[in-house]
């Protein structure tokens, strides 16, 4: 079965989407077989890496509607990466799935027959803790929580790990934050280094080695439909996404297979 990481964090525009994009697409070229589920009404992840937003199934259709997910998986050009789109109409569906049973595990049911097929499954969050988060932390084995080096960054933790701890007693045991990603870190700035220290005092030994550099090559790439590995692969940016990635094997699978 796969691996499945829900990249999640209620706070706007920290570098989910990035994140998700970017390890994702690390993982494929080192030859893990990668499902990007996009769990987020924005379709950011969608476009990101460079499928249409139109004239397609998507996860809407299969939370509210009854597709098998298998029917709205896209293979991308990228290596060993396949992804379930989203659009606007997601914004939708925490409505009307609020009356159903079990509407927290509809995500969970969905992935289930498609697990074995993937290594890794990504799931891209929304910047709430709403339905759709919770059927991500659901189905997660781990959290991966992306922060912005910024000043309000811890802002808002202890409602996310609140929330982690409440979906780990009531539907899913064995949720664990798998670590932290530092994002859109200036190393020229003071404050980034403050932040940064607070954080990795906070989540003790969680966070990942390589902070994400703030970087215009990563901020371009989706607009190119890329990830920054086929964009640019050896920029500061490229180079951080790819070490995370090669952490994250390490703490997940015995031994890295380089
Ligand atoms: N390391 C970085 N350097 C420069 N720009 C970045 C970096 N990471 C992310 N960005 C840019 O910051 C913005 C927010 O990033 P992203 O969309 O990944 O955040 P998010 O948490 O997914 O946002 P949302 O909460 O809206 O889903 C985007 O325009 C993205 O291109
Ligand atoms: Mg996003």
Known sequence: MATVLAFANQKGGVGKTTSAINVAAALGLMGRRVLLVDADPQGNC??????????????????VGSLPLSA????????????????????????EIAARDHRE???????LPVSS???????????SLGLI?????????????????EYFALEGLSQ?????????????????????ILTMFDGRLNLSHQVAREIRRHFE???????????????????????????DRYSKGGIAYQ???????RRLEKGPRR
């Open 46 to 63: 969608t476009g990101g890496v460079g499928l249409s937003k139109t004239d397609t199934a998507t996860l809407y259709d299969v939370l």
């Open 72 to 95: 709205v998986v896209r293979q991308t050009p990228f290596a060993n990466l396949w992804a379930v789109p989203a659009t606007m109409d997601l914004a939708g569906a925490e409505l």
């Open 105 to 111: 595990s509809l995500l969970s049911a969905a992935l």
């Open 117 to 127: 097929a993937f290594d890794y499954v990504i799931i891209d969050c929304p910047p």
């Open 133 to 149: 988060t919770l059927n991500a932390l659901v189905c997660a084995d781990f959290v991966v929580v992306p922060m912005q080096c």
């Open 160 to 180: 996310l790990s609140y929330t982690i701890r409440s979906v780990k007693r009531m539907y899913n045991p064995r949720l664990e934050i798998l670590g932290v």
């Open 205 to 231: 030994g969680k966070v990942f080695k390589n902070a994400v550099p703030r970087s215009v090559r990563l901020s371009e790439a989706p607009s190119h439909g890329k990830p920054i590995c086929y964009y």
């Open 243 to 249: 070490e995370i990635a090669l952490e994250l094997t």
